[in-house]
């Protein structure tokens, strides 16, 4: 086989890039071959059809994500923070946060699911000790911000709501802590 000019972390971080800027569906092996000069042939060396492509954008976008989020956590407000984050990232990062949270998600069919894929059981953990709470009830508490912020980022990244970034920390602020006092 000759020399690739092209690695696979690089047709990655460009079909990355197409999401974020036009959205996952501007992502096929035409046009991320023409984005880096290309044929498709490097591209189908590296991945063995769109789906596995696809696939490996996904990953690299909640990767992306994570970091995202975690680069904006307080340690000492670890689930205020991260509803903040998540808000922010749907204003800011609207194609990867619909490319992420609004389509059907394999797997998901309870609250439970949903906190066992999104929840932080470290934070968890840390905010119960640091309440002096019973684990179940940070999990409650964490379960309902979650459903929280996904209605108020789910406006913000579809367009329905223009919210400033302080409106959005003040609602989930009393948000936060109406769900610690129920």
């Not at 394999?106 to 906190?115: E, H």
């Not at 119960?128 to 913000?156: C, R, S």
């Not at 400033?164 to 006092?181: H, M, P, Q, T, V």
């Amino acid at each position: 086989m000759p020399k690739q000019t092209v690695d696979r972390q690089e047709i990655l971080d460009i079909a990355l890039q197409m999401t974020r800027e036009d959205g996952f569906e501007s992502v096929n092996a035409r046009s991320v071959a023409r984005r880096m000069g290309y044929s498709v042939q490097p591209i189908y060396s590296y991945f063995s059809n769109m789906d596995s492509l696809k696939e490996a954008v996904y990953g690299a976008a909640m990767g992306f994500y994570n970091k995202f989020i975690y680069s904006r956590v307080d340690g000492d407000r670890i689930l205020e923070s991260m509803a903040k984050a998540n808000v922010a990232f749907a204003k800011y990062e609207k194609n990867l946060f619909r490319l992420l949270f609004l389509q059907k998600l394999n797997g998901l069919n309870s609250f439970d699911d949903i906190y066992e894929w999104m929840g932080d059981k470290q934070a968890s953990e840390q905010l119960a000790d640091k309440l002096a709470l019973p684990i179940e009830k940070i999990k409650d508490v964490y379960i309902m911000l979650i459903v929280f912020t996904h209605g108020v980022a789910t406006m913000i990244a579809t367009g329905g709501a223009n919210i400033s970034d302080e409106e959005c920390a003040a609602i989930l602020e009393r948000a936060y802590y109406a769900f610690i006092k129920s």
